[in-house]
C-alpha cells in the first residue's frame, strides 16, 4: 500500500470514528423508563438530609403543582401559597408563571412529632416522610408527615 492509500484510509477512518462519536452523544428523544426518577437525582441528597438519613427510601417521582396541593389537602395540610409575583421577579427578573420541576419524595421510618423541622402539620408524628423538593434550583416546597399515605401513592 502506497502512502496515499494509508493517508486517505487514516482519514476515512478517522470521519467515521467522528460521526458515530457525534451519534452516540447528541440529544435524546423517546420516553426512558428511568426519567422520572433520573431528573429527580439531585434533590436526593436534600430529602436525605430532611429525615437526617432516618428511614428508606420508597419513592421518587416527579410531581406537578396540582398533584402536590391535592397530596397537602388530602393529608389535612394547607397547600403553600405560591410567591408574590414582586418577590419572585426582583427588580431585573421576568415574573415566570407556573410551577418549576418538581419531585416526590418519600420516606418509610419512625418519624415522631417535631422529629422533622417545618413539616406540615408539625405535630403529627407518622411512618412517612413525604418531601416535594423543586429540582432546577433545589430547595423543598413542603414536608407532610403522614402514618397512612394516600392509596394513590402504592407505597
Not at 502506497?2 to 451519534?23: D, I, K
Not at 437526617?52 to 397537602?72: P, Y
Not at 427588580?91 to 406540615?120: D, E, F, T
Amino acid at each position: 500500500m502506497t502512502a496515499s492509500r494509508w493517508r486517505r484510509a487514516a482519514v476515512a477512518g478517522f470521519v467515521v470514528v467522528c460521526t458515530l462519536t457525534a451519534a452516540c452523544s447528541g440529544p435524546r428523544s423517546g420516553a426512558s423508563a428511568t426519567s422520572n426518577v433520573s431528573s429527580c437525582a439531585a434533590v436526593l441528597p436534600l430529602a436525605r438530609n430532611v429525615v437526617h438519613d432516618q428511614g428508606i427510601l420508597t419513592v421518587v417521582r416527579r410531581i406537578s403543582r396540582d398533584d402536590a396541593d391535592a397530596l397537602s389537602r388530602k393529608l389535612g395540610a394547607a397547600p403553600p401559597a405560591p410567591p408574590s409575583s414582586a418577590a419572585r421577579s426582583g427588580p431585573h427578573r421576568p415574573v415566570r408563571p407556573g410551577w418549576p420541576k418538581a419531585c416526590l419524595v418519600v420516606y418509610r421510618g419512625n418519624y415522631p412529632a417535631g422529629a422533622i423541622s417545618k413539616a406540615s402539620p408539625p405535630a403529627v408524628a407518622g411512618h412517612y416522610a413525604l418531601i416535594v423538593l423543586r429540582v432546577r434550583h433545589p430547595a423543598v416546597d413542603r414536608i407532610l408527615v403522614t402514618d397512612q399515605p394516600p392509596s394513590d401513592l402504592h407505597l
